[in-house]
């Protein structure tokens, strides 16, 4: 339960105008504190509240000078975690760059010795071809000489064949 404090009503001798301690009972308060009545000087409670104030009142500002501090360096430790963040984040990446560019690599080189196959084989093919067309072209050759010995010996056959005698 607070105490309240209340201004003494019309009919207390604080306003009466026929009081003679009118500047010292200006002073005074009235408080309940569980039902008794208690009277408090203003004047004591002033300088209690000002005791109270000027005893907690370094205290509360050292306190809240460094809560201030700390909320500073909270904000500059937020920030630096995030830079570090960010680096972590740029590290990854550059290891993500590095894992890219060692694939890049790996097939450049498979693409090099896929291409150095490709020209070997070309070679061969052609090799070979050429050798078929030599071939080609003897078996041609072998060919006409038979056709040709062929008809030479049909028409050694001719001749060999007995001609019939012209009559004369």
């Known amino acids: 339960m607070e ?13 009466s105008p026929v009081n003679n301690n009118h500047s010292i009972e200006s002073n005074i308060t009235y408080s309940s504190l569980s039902g008794d009545l208690v009277f408090v000087d203003n004047e004591v409670v002033e300088k209690l509240t ?52 060692t694939e890049a690599k790996y097939y450049h080189n498979k693409l090099v010795n896929i291409r150095k196959e490709m020209m070997m084989l070309h070679e061969k093919t052609t090799k070979l071809k050429k050798r078929a067309l030599k071939l080609q072209q003897q078996k041609h050759k072998e060919a006409l000489e038979r ?6 010996e049909l028409e050694r056959e001719r001749q060999l064949i007995a001609k019939p005698a012209k009559r004369t």
């Open 50 to 101: 000002e005791g109270l104030i000027s005893h907690y009142l370094p205290d509360l500002q050292h306190s809240k000078l460094a809560l201030q501090e700390l909320t500073q360096n909270q904000v500059i430790l937020l920030d630096t975690l995030e830079q570090e963040i960010t680096k972590f984040r740029e590290c990854n990446s550059l290891l993500d760059i590095n894992a890219l560019f």
């Open 147 to 152: 056709e040709q010995q062929r008809e030479k």
């Open 3 to 15: 105490p309240e404090v209340k201004e003494h009503e019309a009919s207390s001798p604080k306003t």
